[in-house]
């Protein structure tokens, strides 16, 4: 059988924290902030939790996590 791999891009924005929830940087703040509002910029700080609907697909990206 061949290895299990964990997803290169997956494990450059993804860490699983120790109670099983995965954490995920916010989008939409990278570029074009001029137009942004300071609110919206300002919104966007910090790191959220991924979506339970979405944890299938993060964890078949990052099979050795144990999700």
Do not use: E
Not at 1 to 15: D, E, L, Y
Request: aromatic content about 2%; hydrophobic content about 35%.
């Amino acid at each position: 059988m061949p290895k299990m791999k964990t997803k290169s891009s997956a494990k450059k924005r993804f860490r699983v924290r120790p109670g099983g929830t995965v954490k995920r940087g916010q989008a939409f703040k990278r570029h074009i902030l001029t137009k942004k509002t300071t609110k919206n910029k300002r919104q966007l700080r910090g790191a959220v939790n991924v979506h339970d609907s979405n944890m299938g697909s993060i964890a078949q990206m990052l099979p050795m996590a144990g999700l």
